[in-house]
């Protein structure tokens, strides 16, 4: 039997709660190494651990990876949430990439003055209400199936409904105009695996705040 995945990051979100969805919706088991000081992060710098000096780092099958989107691939890959014809690949790449545009927006929201934040906020509103929804919710209107490619839950599925729930978080109101988007979020959080991950005590994070990215600034010696 192979050694759980072991992921190294903050206790929080960041780029590692994407890894956490996937293995979480994989039904796979993983532990959590957390950094909670400059000399753990020196530690892995110096062991050679981290390939280009940062986390997200997940060790699996004997490989200590990094780089988000490499270890994303790698997991939907291995536990069957990446079709395996060429073509519907790339509409997963697609659909990933689009998601991972509207997170990034969310991601840096806590760095941002308050002054900032307003404007971010309403960005965000905006650009999921104006440019990636709109988008779903026609994929899920052509594709006519319960999923956004093929005939089962695939890594953009995963994604997708992550980011639902987090622009939810800042916007609650957003779906308001995708009833395809409002079905697609009941069927898929409804999931086993990924109904256990939204459960209270799993191993899915808490929102970013200030404090969180105090502490991350502290060990990574940024002002």
Do not use: C
Request: cysteine-free.
């Amino acid at each position: 039997m192979s050694e759980k995945p072991k992921l190294h990051y903050f206790n929080g979100r960041g780029r590692m709660e994407s890894i956490r969805w996937l293995l979480a919706a994989a039904g796979v088991e993983f532990e959590e190494e957390f950094l909670e000081s400059r000399e753990q992060y020196e530690m892995l710098l110096q062991d050679g651990a981290l390939l280009f000096q940062q986390v997200p780092m997940v060790e699996i099958d004997g490989m200590k990876m990094v780089q988000t989107r490499a270890i994303l691939s790698y997991i939907a890959g291995k536990y069957n949430l990446y079709e395996k014809d060429l073509k519907e690949r790339a509409w997963i790449d697609m659909y990933v990439e689009g998601v991972r545009d509207l997170m990034d927006l969310i991601r840096v929201h806590h760095k941002l003055s308050p002054q900032e934040q307003q404007k971010n906020l309403a960005l965000i509103g905006e650009k999921a209400a104006t440019r990636y929804f709109p988008v779903y919710e026609k994929i899920l209107k052509d594709h006519k199936d319960d999923f956004l490619v093929g005939n089962q839950l695939t890594w953009a599925d995963v994604q997708l409904i992550e980011a639902i729930l987090t622009v939810e978080e800042k916007v609650p109101t957003i779906l308001s105009e995708f009833p395809l988007l409002q079905a697609f979020k009941a069927r898929v959080s409804s999931i086993a695996t990924i109904k256990k991950f939204l459960q209270p005590g799993s191993q899915r994070k808490l929102p970013t705040d200030e404090k969180a990215v105090a502490f991350t600034n502290r060990i990574f010696n940024r002002r």
